[in-house]
């Protein structure tokens, strides 16, 4: 079914206060959700409300705002989520570091206490709009194993940078493993193998079978250095914010406890280093540049990163968003207590 992104967003968030969630909560999460269905990042988008408010219900996530800088210097705050949904307490602390960076140039922010945040690009525009330079990046339990090791120790981690542009902010927004565990999802939904170089099974060796990546680990982009990427994650969003490094943080989809997940973020005021028009138009001019090079073979064009979800998020606030049948089905059976139902435009 398709639908136009303001009615879906309105949907979850109707669905979120009926279930108790403050309105403001429940509009940041729906905020973030249908940004990453119209930057084509579905897999974070409205299928991720079914186990966002099976926790709140569980009582394993607040439905409440509780976040809280518990320490603050200049450019630095160390953030207390107070296990609010995750795209709350980021979203407090990006705004946070946007405002203290227009007087020092910077600031940073741990938080802890959080929970699963969706994308990480959806924290970064924010400054980029704001004419700065977005970071962000997030743990999550351990799904990666380490360089030469045979089971997993960091998260799927994703580090996000964005900045501004004359042109397009430029979004770079990845997960240090070669795929995301959803294509191995995906992969043992369809029946289908997986390529080697994926995931590796529980004893550590590669494997075609996407049942057996998922009980073992997914391999890191590059060997050492995408493992040493994740690890630097743990180290700012794990070890520096209190939250503990993967191994120690719960699962999204287990309901043991809440997921005590760390992220890290901050934001660069471009201006307190360069006019920010210079800046702007030194990386349009980069981004020109890259555009027009010789492209190699088989490929129609060369595309930077962010690129693909601009486009994405230009195409479908005209055309709407298609949500698949079982996410309707999800959407409608959490509605159908309060009277509610998707219906196409
Ligand atoms: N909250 C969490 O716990 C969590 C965990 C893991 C991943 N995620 C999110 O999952 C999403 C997907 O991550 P991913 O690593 O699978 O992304 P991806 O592989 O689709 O893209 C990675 C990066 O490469 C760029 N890119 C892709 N194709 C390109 C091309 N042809 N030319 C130039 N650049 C290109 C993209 O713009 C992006 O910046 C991200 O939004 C991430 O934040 C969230």
């Given at each position: 079914?398709?639908?136009?992104?303001?009615?879906?967003?309105?949907?979850?968030?109707?669905?979120?206060?009926?279930?108790?969630?403050?309105?403001?909560?429940?509009?940041?999460?729906?905020?973030?959700?249908?940004?990453?269905?119209?930057?084509?990042?579905?897999?974070?988008?409205?299928?991720?409300?079914?186990?966002?408010?099976?926790?709140?219900?569980r009582g394993l996530v607040s439905r409440h705002n509780e976040a809280?800088?518990?320490?603050?210097?200049?450019?630095?705050?160390?953030?207390?989520?107070?296990?609010?949904?995750?795209?709350?307490?980021?979203?407090?602390?990006?705004?946070?570091?946007?405002?203290?960076?227009?007087?020092?140039?910077?600031?940073?922010?741990?938080?802890?206490?959080?929970?699963?945040?969706?994308?990480?690009?959806?924290?970064?525009?924010?400054?980029?709009?704001?004419?700065?330079?977005?970071?962000?990046?997030?743990?999550?339990?351990?799904?990666?194993?380490?360089?030469?090791?045979?089971?997993?120790?960091?998260?799927?981690?994703?580090?996000s940078v964005a900045v501004p542009s004359d042109g397009a902010s430029?979004?770079?927004?990845?997960?240090?493993?070669?795929?995301?565990?959803?294509?191995?999802?995906?992969?043992?939904?369809?029946?289908?193998?997986?390529?080697?170089?994926?995931?590796?099974?529980?004893?550590?060796?590669?494997?075609?079978?996407?049942?057996?990546?998922?009980?073992?680990?997914?391999?890191?982009?590059?060997?050492?250095k995408g493992s040493g990427l994740a690890l630097m994650v743990e180290?700012?969003?794990?070890?520096?914010?209190?939250?503990?490094?993967?191994?120690?943080?719960?699962?999204?989809?287990?309901?043991?406890?809440?997921?005590?997940?760390?992220?890290?973020?901050?934001?660069?005021?471009?201006?307190?280093?360069?006019?920010?028009?210079?800046?702007?138009?030194?990386?349009?001019?980069?981004?020109?540049?890259?555009?027009?090079?010789?492209?190699?073979?088989?490929?129609?064009?060369?595309?930077?990163?962010?690129?693909?979800?601009?486009?994405?998020?230009?195409?479908?606030?005209?055309?709407?968003?298609?949500?698949?049948?079982?996410?309707?089905?999800?959407?409608?059976?959490?509605?159908?207590?309060?009277?509610?139902?998707?219906?196409?435009?």
């Open positions: 079914m398709r639908f136009s992104a303001s009615y879906l967003k309105d949907y979850c968030e109707r669905l979120m206060t009926a279930r108790g969630v403050d309105a403001d909560c429940a509009a940041t999460v729906a905020d973030m959700l249908l940004d990453a269905e119209l930057t084509g990042v579905s897999t974070h988008g409205v299928s991720r409300l079914a186990i966002y408010l099976e926790r709140v219900e809280r800088i518990v320490r603050e210097s200049p450019s630095a705050l160390a953030i207390d989520a107070g296990n609010s949904l995750g795209a709350v307490g980021a979203k407090f602390a990006m705004e946070a570091c946007v405002r203290k960076a227009r007087e020092t140039g910077c600031c940073f922010a741990t938080v802890k206490n959080s929970n699963h945040f969706g994308a990480a690009a959806y924290y970064t525009r924010m400054a980029a709009e704001a004419d700065m330079i977005g970071f962000c990046c997030t743990n999550l339990t351990a799904k990666i194993a380490p360089h030469g090791a045979a089971e997993p120790f960091m998260g799927t981690d994703p580090i430029v979004v770079l927004d990845m997960t240090p493993s070669v795929v995301a565990l959803g294509k191995l999802i995906l992969a043992q939904k369809l029946g289908k193998e997986i390529p080697l170089g994926w995931a590796l099974d529980k004893d550590g060796n590669p494997t075609t079978d996407p049942a057996a990546g998922r009980a073992g680990s997914l391999i890191p982009i590059g060997g050492p180290v700012l969003s794990g070890i520096l914010s209190g939250a503990g490094t993967a191994t120690h943080l719960h699962d999204l989809y287990e309901f043991d406890a809440p997921q005590g997940v760390g992220h890290f973020m901050g934001a660069i005021d471009v201006s307190k280093f360069l006019d920010l028009d210079a800046f702007r138009a030194g990386v349009a001019a980069m981004s020109g540049e890259i555009k027009g090079l010789k492209r190699a073979e088989g490929v129609d064009e060369v595309m930077l990163p962010g690129e693909r979800s601009a486009r994405s998020a230009a195409q479908k606030a005209v055309d709407g968003i298609d949500v698949p049948e079982a996410v309707c089905a999800e959407l409608n059976a959490m509605g159908q207590p309060y009277g509610m139902k998707l219906e196409e435009a």
